[in-house]
């Protein structure tokens, strides 16, 4: 199936919110476990983003010269095909989206989606990411590359996520996280089939509040098979893309090779960490992440992203298990 994809507009959001939390306190250094790591996230000159001050100078970071100078972190590989992996065993499982306080108005793109920007070896690089539903409300789900370099590097700094971001509008602020999570198969050693990660945010945006009370969060399935409907969302950046306003792709995965979905998509750069949502609402921008852009392949209209199985579930609880209340 070929891609359908457009561009789409932001409409007015009401949102009336309850305020709670701050800062993501008592963040640890690196820690592994079960298949997964993490390590409390840092501005660009190493401080610990702990305290309301690395927040804001986390913020004041981003200005807008140095968001458009970011650079795409999206991968390229090969064709690759061989053999496909033996029938996914694991029991399907699921988590419900989540509403806003308030709920949103109508959509035309989802408020839940935005824009990832971080600081990378030599400069600033862009992702696109979503807020995740979870319990304590702070989770951001994106690809592995978008957080940590993969085998050899490091981990990014200053990440910032600015959900509907709109040809430099912000219409409910950013977010700064406070840890990042990650595959260790990823970290260790590039593998794309574990190219998943989901940031801790501190309170934020224009009501100081938890992300997914501000705009809702994504559900999420596992173990859902290779082939299933979706819509992806993203922000891609090259190719007469213009990198500032979100587009979708549809269609129906398959498996690739190894342990990943493809899709025929012909979005580009910038696009990586996007969510690839089931039952995707355009009338609430809400759906179920059931992978994430993870990259590209020669033929330009198609792009793969890791198959969600039992990592991802594990990967989650891991993050929630580290967010503060």
Not at 3 to 31: D, E, K, N, Y
Not at 122 to 131: E, P
Not at 249 to 268: D, E, K, Y
Not at 286 to 312: A, C, E, K, T, W
Request: with cysteine.
């Amino acid at each position: 199936m070929r891609s359908i994809i457009r561009s789409a507009s932001v409409a007015a959001i009401a949102l009336a919110l309850t305020l709670s939390g701050g800062t993501v306190a008592g963040a640890q250094p690196s820690t592994v476990a079960s298949g997964n790591v993490s390590t409390v996230a840092r501005t660009a000159d190493g401080r610990a983003v702990t305290s309301p001050a690395a927040v804001a100078a986390v913020e004041a970071y981003w200005t807008p010269a140095r968001m458009a100078a970011a650079v795409d972190l999206d991968l390229r590989a090969p064709d690759a095909t061989g053999p496909s992996p033996a029938a996914p065993q694991g029991k399907p499982g699921s988590i419900v989206p989540i509403h806003p306080s308030r709920g949103l108005s109508a959509l035309n793109q989802s408020i839940v989606v935005g824009k990832v920007y971080v600081t990378v070896p030599g400069g600033t690089g862009q992702c696109s990411a979503s807020a995740l539903s979870s319990g304590k409300r702070r989770l951001v789900l994106t690809a592995g590359h978008c957080v940590h370099a993969g085998a050899g590097g490091g981990w990014y700094s200053n990440f910032i996520f600015v959900p509907g971001f709109r040809q430099g509008t912000e219409p409910v602020g950013r977010f700064v996280a406070g840890n990042l999570t990650a595959r260790t198969a990823w970290v260790s050693s590039s593998n794309s089939d574990e190219d998943m990660a989901i940031a801790i945010m501190n309170n934020g945006g224009i009501y100081n509040a938890k992300v997914v009370d501000t705009v809702g969060g994504m559900g999420l399935r596992w173990n859902w098979g290779y082939q299933v409907a979706v819509t992806i969302l993203g922000y891609p950046a090259t190719g007469g893309f213009p990198g500032d306003v979100q587009y979708f792709c549809q269609g129906t995965t398959w498996n690739g090779h190894n342990q990943q979905v493809r899709a025929w998509c012909n979005m580009t750069q910038g696009s990586s960490g996007g969510p690839w949502l089931q039952e995707y609402n355009d009338q609430t921008g809400l759906g179920y992440s059931n992978s994430v852009v993870s990259h590209r392949h020669d033929n330009p209209d198609q792009m793969d992203g890791p198959y969600f199985d039992d990592d991802i579930k594990s990967l989650y609880d891991y993050a929630e298990g580290l967010s503060p209340a």
